[in-house]
């Protein structure tokens, strides 16, 4: 069985810092997601990483992924107070089970940003 | 990507009673999934509902509790039945599509 764990799962952050929030995942996966969900709404879609090595950045956010490690990282870069929601990472285990296409979700990170 | 219609928004509830609620996506689908998503809490997901046949439900959820119809590939509803205030989440849609997954904008539901 597929799980997800994600830590911190707090993160108080200050205007213009950095820090990383991890997602380790238990068995082989073919996808990893991060999303954002703002507080009453659904989740946006960030980032999908495909591969070993797999890095994406939009803006102030760059993901990774290591499938040896079973660890994808998304590092924040000088925080701006419009990034704070709470950021989900999800994995979908390997093609060819009965489980594949259903997303197991991280418990999810609340980020907030202080001046 | 897909664009997902869910209804209601929001409903408040009496214990006892039923609520359904619709995802409708503007084209077709193969796989659509329902989630809950209790108060401060990640998502879980309840079952893979399939066109044609029964909906495959995930442990410790029950077709009697939450039966779920999948009449075509573009909808879908789930029902949450005799309900308790325990039940008071947020219910999301989700549909795998060539974009990847995309999810509806959720039904707050609040049981009183």
């Known amino acids: 069985e597929l799980k997800v764990e994600q830590n911190p799962l707090f993160l108080s952050m200050q205007e213009g810092k950095n820090y990383t929030i991890y997602c380790n995942y238990s068995t082989t996966s073919d996808r990893l997601y991060w999303y954002r969900q703002d507080p009453g709404k659904s989740l946006e879609s960030l980032f999908v990483l495909l591969s070993n090595g797999a890095v994406k950045q939009e803006g102030r956010l760059m993901a990774s992924l290591d499938t040896k490690a079973r660890l994808s990282t998304l590092h924040i870069t000088a925080a701006v107070h419009d990034l704070s929601a709470t950021y989900f990472c999800?994995?979908?285990?390997?093609?060819?089970?009965?489980?594949?296409?259903?997303?197991?979700f991280g418990q999810g990170t609340i980020l907030t940003v202080h001046p | 990507s897909a664009v997902i219609s869910q209804k209601p928004s929001r409903d408040i509830c009496q214990r006892g009673t039923s609520l359904t609620i619709q995802c409708q996506v503007d084209?077709?689908?193969?796989?659509m999934f329902w989630y809950r998503q209790q108060p401060g809490q990640s998502l879980t997901l309840i079952a893979t509902?399939?066109?044609?046949?029964?909906?495959?439900?995930e442990s410790g959820f029950v077709i009697d509790k939450f039966p779920i119809s999948r009449p075509n590939l573009t909808f879908s509803t789930l029902t949450v039945s005799n309900m308790s205030p325990e039940d008071s989440s947020i219910y999301l849609c989700s549909v795998l599509g060539a974009d990847g997954y995309t999810f509806g904008s959720g039904t707050r539901l609040t049981v009183v």
């Open positions: 999800a994995a979908r285990p390997d093609p060819g089970g009965t489980s594949y296409g259903k997303l197991t």
């Open positions: 084209s077709q689908v193969t796989m």
């Open positions: 509902a399939n066109q044609g046949s029964e909906a495959t439900y």
